[in-house]
């Protein structure tokens, strides 16, 4: 049925543990420097050169990408200063045309000014002419219907008709005068 409950000393044989054991210090510590030494030797000479080219080998890569960020930056900055020259030459250009074209539209302005000026002058010259020759006829059919007029009003305040002659030249002094 149960078998009986044993502690692990009388099931292995019993003793003490084996790495306890005084008669197997000696080459326990033996092969402990061993190891340490096979270790300390295979660390010296070839995990530590091997991190230590890797670590190499990134601190290179590293440098060369600051050096290659570095010439990026030159050179996006030398590309920055050839477009604001470029925007500034452009924009002076752009300023030269517009003056000149200002300019230009300035003087056929001008041109276009003095040809209407004349033309216009032209006209006023005609027009008054037309005036002072309609003017003068309107004038001379005034001084005509001023004497008819006198002369019918004389006819009339007095009953008889008056001298033609004495009647024009009362109106012509009064005309001038």
């Known amino acids: 049925m149960a078998e009986p409950v044993t502690t692990g000393a009388e099931a292995h044989g019993g003793g003490a543990f084996p790495p306890f054991q005084a008669e197997t210090f000696a080459s326990q510590l033996f092969w402990l420097a061993v ?14 050169p091997r991190i230590g080219g890797t670590i190499a080998q990134r601190h290179d890569k590293i440098q060369g990408d600051l050096h290659e960020a570095i ?67 309107a004038l001379t059919h005034v001084e005509g219907i001023a004497t008819d007029a006198a002369d019918a009003i004389l006819q009339r305040v007095l009953g008889d008709k008056p001298p033609q002659e004495q009647v024009s030249a009362a109106v012509k002094t009064a005309m001038k005068g």
Request: proline share 0%; net charge neutral; glycine share 2%.
């Open 35 to 48: 190891t340490f030494a096979l270790l300390y030797w295979f660390l010296a000479k070839v995990a530590l």
């Open 71 to 137: 010439a990026a930056k030159k050179e996006a900055e030398a590309a920055g200063l050839a477009y604001e020259a470029a925007l500034s030459d452009a924009k002076s250009r752009s300023q030269a045309i517009a003056a000149e074209t200002h300019q230009r539209l300035q003087a056929e302005t001008d041109a276009r000014r003095r040809e209407l000026d004349a033309a216009l002058a032209e006209k006023l010259a005609a027009a008054e002419k037309v005036i002072s020759e309609t003017k003068s006829a």
